[in-house]
């Protein structure tokens, strides 16, 4: 198993410009989630999914989009990049919250 | 939401010593504590967790202990190791179970 993948692993993007960030695994988790992390602030959610079809956002939503279209796969998608969005993200699944396997990250720089 | 608090920010300890992280939370319901270990450059890694309806689990040199009436949790590891530095956080579950809190986390460093 590759567990949680993520690409990809370094972006620079310029203000106004989106992307999309991929995470897959291959687990059969049904519980996704992306978290984005600074600086002395640790860890905040940003999106996460119990399930195909089904998304919710967590403590910082502002400014992203995600779709949970398969089991697979659960894409971060920024539509107007912003420099408060320069950040390290993760991407983690299990089979429910507890017990999250957490993915290497994308170093995101946003000029 | 919970608010997690994590200290100390950094820890310097010779090998062999004891390290001790300590953790509060707000949310009465909170009933998951995960502990995470992150290595520079990689994701956060499980190491330990525990359950409200716990006090202490041990795992080898790592224990947590929880006290859920002054909500507060605490990592322990024994007979530190330099492969033992890294990035420590702590972490509780919003009472949907769906959601994480982070601490801030404890920079440990391990002295040789």
């Known amino acids: 198993n590759a567990g949680v993948t993520q690409t990809p692993k370094f972006q620079v993007l310029k203000t106004g410009q989106s992307m999309t960030l991929q995470c897959a695994q291959d687990?059969?988790?049904?519980?996704m989630s992306w978290y984005r992390q600074d600086p002395g602030m640790g860890l905040r959610l940003i999106h996460y999914?119990?399930?195909?079809?089904?998304?919710d956002q967590g403590e910082v939503p502002n400014g992203y989009n995600v779709s949970r279209s398969t089991t697979e796969d659960f894409p971060l998608r920024l539509l107007s990049a912003a420099p408060s969005q320069t950040s390290v993200y993760f991407c983690?699944?299990?089979?429910?919250?507890?017990?999250?396997?957490f993915g290497p990250g994308t170093r995101l720089t946003v000029l | 939401g919970e608010n997690v608090e994590q200290h100390p920010s950094t820890l310097s300890v010779q090998e062999g010593d004891s390290a001790v992280i300590k953790c509060t939370y707000s949310d009465s319901a909170s009933n998951y504590f995960p502990w995470y270990k992150q290595e520079l450059g990689k994701g956060p890694q499980l190491i330990i967790d525990?359950?409200?309806?716990?006090g202490e689990k041990k795992d080898q040199r790592i224990a947590v202990t929880l006290n859920k009436t002054a909500k507060h949790f605490s990592l322990h590891i024994t007979e530190t190791q330099p492969e033992d530095s890294a990035v420590y956080f702590c972490?509780?579950?919003?009472?949907?179970?769906?959601?994480?809190?982070f601490g801030t986390g404890t920079s440990l460093t391990v002295i040789p």
């Open positions: 525990i359950r409200s309806n716990v």
């Open positions: 983690a699944s299990g089979r429910a919250a507890n017990e999250q396997f």
């Open positions: 972490a509780a579950t919003s009472n949907t179970g769906n959601q994480f809190y």
């Open positions: 687990m059969n988790h049904e519980y």
């Open positions: 999914s119990v399930g195909a079809g089904i998304t």
